[in-house]
């Protein structure tokens, strides 16, 4: 089994790596999904209690508690899919890198996905988004409350990295050379590419 891992800030792009995957037939894992079982389990709103329980979580489990609840999660995605490859949607911490590690091994890459903080800014501003990323400030806060989780860090140990900072068909091409995906396979991209890759799919992630 071949486990791929993103790891990015707010807007850098992993949400449209995990579509070139989802494009390919690699199933996606988003860690993000285990917090947002956890408040409905609760009887919570995931869209306002988020990050109350994924630190809820860390206190209860372990700070590797997110990475260890999304395991078997990944092993279900590969039993039930015709490839060998799973792409793991929003790593932060390395404590959450090396609980990869551990259960993997060599099977485990991580890649990092980077934008500057402008860029990232204005692709989360053209989404739209109901939320305040789009303001300068408040994606200021949201990059260093990702930091402190530790992304930063995971950020730089990464096995390999994909700048963003061109067109949405030379972004999607690097994805898949990662993914080790035939472009011909995949019907997406027909397009001509001329726009940049968009932003992350919403939430906060783990």
Known sequence: M??????GLPGSGK???????????????VMGDVIRAECRRRGLDPAEHHGRIAGALREEEGD??????????????????????????GL???????????AFGDDFTLVAIRAP??????????RGRDDSDSDLEALRERDAREIDLGLGE???????????TGTLAAFRSRV??????DAENV?????????PATADAGGDGA
């Open 2 to 7: 071949n486990v791929i891992g993103t790891v």
């Open 92 to 102: 932060r911490s390395t404590v959450e890198l090396e609980r990869f590690r551990d």
């Open 64 to 89: 590797d508690a997110i990475a260890a609840r999304t395991l078997p999660l990944i092993r279900e995605a590969a039993a039930e899919s015709d490839g060998d490859t799973v792409l793991v949607d």
């Open 15 to 29: 949400g449209e790596a995990a579509n070139v995957a989802e494009d390919a037939g690699i199933p996606v894992v």
């Open 187 to 195: 019907e997406r991209d027909a397009g001509d590419g001329s726009h």
């Open 176 to 181: 898949r050379a990662v993914l080790g995906v």
């Open 117 to 126: 903080f402008e860029l990232r800014a204005e692709r989360l501003d053209d």
């Open 154 to 164: 995971t950020l730089e140990r990464a096995d390999t990295e994909i700048d963003n």
